[in-house]
């Protein structure tokens, strides 16, 4: 995680995050000042964040919607104070309703960000001041801290170019925390494709089978909120195993780039959440996929059965099936 200290200091009405970036000063400056990189990190896995306004000049104003797994929408505004290109700016950052006005009940708050060169990349150092110890406590309430954390644990991605940070290191699992699990991986190939080869059952049957020996019985897709999906796969000729299959309810379609399902074993009581997101950079897609667990146990015994080897295995098929067609 980028995020090595996180301050809180009511006697000040501060709240101060450090976080260190394997990146120049100049690089890290330009994912906070452009709006389009700004998307891909500025809201935690889970809520990414679509700007729809974006004046950054001292006055101007920014505006932004994160996006909830469950369709919930919370919304936000910067006003810029201050901009000294490329080491600090300043904004004053305040809830608001989706026509941009302030949300009584919920505190503004001022936030500076300070770039610093080190000898590995560049330090940022976030300091937001608060108008009362009551304000710091409600933002820490809602989350804000581990909110900030998740979402700069995000910013690695953003800061390099896909190919350098994730070509040939195949499917990786990251643990977020005790019940979210980031599963990342790039393919060579466009984001259309690679949609729609996760959303067409012919496409599907193709490619997404685990380990060899194994068939896709069942595809039925989702392709509006609200709808049921459900796959099932069973073994051929001397595979060893039983039949088995999800199902679940499409809970977001913003295609080509997300969708948002539930998900349980047929069968089965538990259910999980997973929230596929596509980005594509000079041809290649990288595939992020954020799994929310019930609880750490149940995170545990599913990561345990060897299902990130199944994905490796299915993902490499996709490459070699499809996207080199």
Known sequence: MPVTDVITDTENLTMTVVADFAAPVERVWSAYSDPRQLERFWGPPGWPATFSEWDHTVGGRAQYTMNGPRGERSSGSWEFLSIEAPHRFEVLDSFVDEDGKPLEGFPAQRMSFAFEPTDAGTRMVTTSHFASVDAIEQVVSMGQVEGLKLAMSQLDIVLQDLRE????????????????????????????????????????????????????????????????????????????GEPFGFEGEALVIDAPRRSVQTERMIGMPVETLNDLNLYEEDGATLITLYIEYPDK??????LATGMADGMEASYARLEQELLTV
Do not use: F
């Open 297 to 302: 146990e149940t995170r545990d015994m599913i």
């Open 165 to 240: 940070y994730a070509q040939g290191k195949g499917l990786t699992v990251d643990l977020l925390d005790d019940v979210h699990v980031r599963i990342t991986r790039l393919v060579e190939g466009p984001r259309e494709l690679v949609w729609r080869a996760h959303n067409e059952p012919e496409l599907m049957k193709q490619w997404l089978l685990g380990p060899d020996g194994w068939e896709m019985t069942e595809c039925i897709v989702a392709t509006e909120v609200g709808q049921t999906h459900r796959t099932s796969w069973a073994p051929v000729g001397d595979t060893e």
